[in-house]
């Protein structure tokens, strides 16, 4: 998660960019050399786990091609550093990206349009997945990574307390109540109002798209029907006692996890490796099911996490960059060790099945099928579309619910007021934004 610090960065490095009203074109006349077997020399800038590993696959089957990784720093930063790099006409050919952030890229003139490159590789992914690289009918980024959300439940005080699993989004509320009654030191759940990306997902499960830019004009949703129905779910549990309102990744949270005062966690695929540094004591106590569903009949779920690449608009090398991306993303040697030796879970549907992926988590040998189980919650994932400002609404969600808890407020209305800080800053800089 992105520390205060980073995010205040980040929003000074875009708001003295030149933000642009629609996606540009700019690569357009840019110069490039050779063709895609042609020789070059690659800069790469990632955060990705081992990644150098991956890498020297490629370098030792492309000598004359080589890719060089460089680490200056990771999510919200790296991208404050790539603007700056672009500014000055030195950014990298490669750049990864965390989806959140890829507009930024766009808006900027950073990321090259990669809408010819999408006809070879676009089937390797569901269209929920290739939807979170598109915009405005193009395609900026060649998705790595993906972080569909489940819910991990503690297996052990389920039996204890004799609770059922929840199936439904009614269901998770009733089984709430019954840990109260049973036990009012545990509570099945927390909403948690320091992770913004949590509640996207959330949100997108249930249908929410909160933007969406047609030829330049953006459209915000944020307190649309979808995203107001999960906001008065989770308000009215919280603010009766039902459910904790303590936000995640605090010591305290940590604790809870550890100790059984939170008997349930809605995260994502790489949950289980949190639980595992957050709660080891309870391994092989947790087990990981499908989120509960809104429509029982029409299964779905949203996205938390994942970063895709993306390549310089004036990279010189930009056919040799397309292979590279193509190659790391969709190759089946490339995916099956971004997952051994990165830890990640893969964008592509066929690396969702790759042998590297045949045993469960560490933190969870009592659910041998969990990546099979993770790949079919997968298929049902939603797409989502992300805004320029996504950093300064993220910033405003984390004030605005925790204001409603500590009063005790209605959670929809928080919505309105996230709705009108999102779109009062995109105009502030300078977007058309419909309706306002």
Not at 211 to 232: E, F, H, L, R, Y
Not at 318 to 323: D, N
Request: proline content about 6%; aromatic content about 10%; hydrophobic content about 40%.
């Amino acid at each position: 998660m992105p520390s205060n610090h980073s995010r205040r960065t980040f929003l000074k490095a875009v708001a003295g960019a030149t933000l642009l009203a629609a996606c540009s074109d700019d690569d357009s006349d840019t110069p490039t050399s050779g063709g895609p077997d042609d020789p070059a020399d690659l800069q790469f800038w990632t955060w990705a786990t081992n990644i150098e590993q991956v890498v020297d696959g490629w370098n030792k089957k492309n000598p004359t091609q080589k890719v060089t990784v460089n680490r200056l720093a990771q999510g919200e930063e790296l991208i404050t550093k790539i603007l700056t790099a672009h500014r000055a006409g030195n950014a990298p050919d490669l750049m990864q990206a965390e989806y959140q952030a890829l507009p930024v890229l766009i808006t900027n003139g950073v990321a090259k349009d990669l809408s010819a490159v999408a006809s070879s590789v676009k089937s390797e992914f569901t269209d929920g997945t290739w939807s979170l690289t598109s915009f405005g009918g193009k395609t900026y980024g060649i998705p790595q990574d993906v972080g569909p959300m489940m819910l991990y439940y503690r297996e052990d005080l389920f039996t204890q307390y004799g609770l059922t699993v929840p199936k439904t989004w009614a269901e998770f509320a009733e089984v709430a109540k019954v840990v109260r009654q049973k036990d009012p030191k545990r509570y099945l759940a927390t909403f948690s109002s320091g992770d913004p990306g949590w509640f996207a997902g959330l949100a997108e499960q249930a249908g929410a798209n909160w933007w969406t830019n047609d030829n330049g004009t953006w459209t915000v949703a944020i307190n649309d029907a979808a995203t107001k129905k999960v906001a008065d779910f989770w308000g009215k549990l919280v603010n009766d006692g039902t459910l904790s309102g303590k936000p995640m990744y605090t010591p305290e949270w940590n604790t809870a996890m550890s100790d059984g005062t939170l008997l349930a966690w809605p995260s994502a695929i790489w949950g289980a490796g949190v639980l595992e540094g957050v709660a080891g004591s309870t391994k092989g106590k947790w087990k990981m099911v499908p989120m509960p569903q809104w429509d029982a009949g029409a299964p779905a779920t949203g996205y938390w996490g994942g970063s895709a690449t993306a390549i310089w608009a004036k990279s010189k090398q930009q056919a040799q960059a397309e292979k590279f991306v193509k190659w790391l993303n969709t190759d089946p040697e490339s995916v099956e060790l971004l997952v051994s030796a990165g830890g990640i879970y893969p964008a592509a549907t066929k690396g969702q099945s790759t042998p590297a992926l045949s045993k469960a988590p560490a933190m969870m040998p009592n659910q041998p099928t969990f990546y099979a189980d993770a790949a079919a919650i997968a298929k049902t994932a939603r797409g989502f579309n992300w805004a320029p400002n996504v950093n300064v609404t993220y910033g405003q969600y984390s004030d605005i619910f925790a204001k409603a808890i500590q009063d005790k407020s209605d959670f929809t209305a928080a919505t309105d007021a996230l709705q009108a800080a999102s779109v009062a800053d995109l105009k502030k800089q300078g977007f058309t934004v419909k309706g306002a």
